[in-house]
């Protein structure tokens, strides 16, 4: 585990304090006794810093959207406390409730929302997620967005990208498209001091990058989530990010649902043509 925590810490206990970066003993293991030292003492202060504002529930978005539209659009979205809208005041708010009502409003269909993120989890625990749907369950389109508890909990990227790799085929089995948000830089994280931001901004940019190409090569559309999104997180922190300065807040789930928009609708096959940082199997993408 890391220098700072004895055994393996609960998901629960790095959802509220991922940003203390479990990973740092991995990348910081040769480093002189002085510079660990340091790094423990960041941790210890990013921990106080984030706490637990948020408790550990996100509002429950999932219902029937813009019935009046007919011909429903089943959406499904897997993965962590981003994907389940943990930081949102409002179900509206939340990833899953903004993609709904975008795509409702693009497509001219209705849509019906089912949430089965789950706070706190790590790639591994898609399958999970996975297991909790009925076996008849059909969606047209998954979204799925994780990797940040992969980063704080120290999980290898191959690791990570297996379980990944699994979700999409599984989705991809029932007949759904995929669209993957891949793992947000933690280097926009405020609460974390230098070095240890730069550190986690390495290690989560490694893990985007991984899950991008193993998307791909499995068929599912791709969103780079550090280069459409996350320059907003870095340069409006206290607009973008809820109480805790962790997770989004209802405009930083609106900026990451926009931004996740095109490939989702490409995907339904509603447009062809999507912006930098979308990626398409087979094409590479577009930026």
Same mark, same amino acid.
């Given at each position: ?16 304090? $991922? ?21 423990? @003492? ?27 539209? +007919? ?7 897997l ?16 990833? +899953? ?16 929302? @089912? ?8 790639s591994?625990?898609?399958? $999970?997620?996975?297991? #909790? ?38 989705l ?11 793992c947000?830089?933690? $280097?926009a ?17 490694q ?21 459409v999104?996350?320059?907003?997180f ?9 109480l ?7 405009? $930083? ?9 095109? #490939? ?9 043509a ?10 590479? +993408?577009?930026?």
């Open positions: 585990m890391s220098v700072w925590f004895k055994g393996r810490v609960s998901s629960k206990h790095l959802t509220r304090a $991922g940003v203390a970066l479990a990973v740092v003993s991995g990348l910081a293991g040769g480093t002189a006794y002085g510079a660990r030292e340091l790094l423990q @003492r960041q941790a210890a202060q990013a921990r106080r810093a984030i706490g637990k504002p948020l408790g550990e529930q996100a509002p429950s978005a999932d219902r029937h959207y813009k019935k009046k539209y +007919g011909e429903p659009v089943d959406l499904l979205v993965g962590d406390s981003v994907a389940a809208g943990l930081g949102a005041e409002k179900p509206k708010h939340t990833l +899953g409730g903004r993609l709904a009502r975008g795509i409702a409003r693009e497509a001219g269909r209705s849509v019906r929302l @089912r949430t089965a993120a789950v706070v706190g989890s790590e591994s625990m898609l399958a $999970g997620q996975l297991a #909790s749907l009925p076996a008849s369950y059909r969606p047209h389109v998954a979204v799925i967005v994780v990797g940040g508890n992969d980063v704080t909990h120290r999980v290898p990227v191959s690791e990570s990208v297996r379980h990944l790799a699994d979700a999409i085929d599984e991809r089995g029932r007949g759904a498209e995929v669209v993957v948000g891949t947000p830089d933690l $280097g994280l405020r609460p974390v001091p230098q070095p240890l931001r730069a550190l986690g901004s390495r290690a989560s940019r893990l985007a990058a991984a899950q991008r190409s193993t998307a791909l090569q499995r068929g599912a559309r791709v969103v780079s989530l550090a280069h999104v996350g320059p907003f870095i340069t409006n922190p206290e607009e973008m990010f809820s805790d300065r962790f997770h989004p807040s209802a405009h $930083g789930y609106k900026r990451t649902a926009k931004a996740m928009l095109p #490939s989702v609708l490409a995907a339904l096959g509603v447009v062809e999507v912006p930098f940082g979308h990626h398409a199997p087979g094409v590479g +993408g577009s930026g």
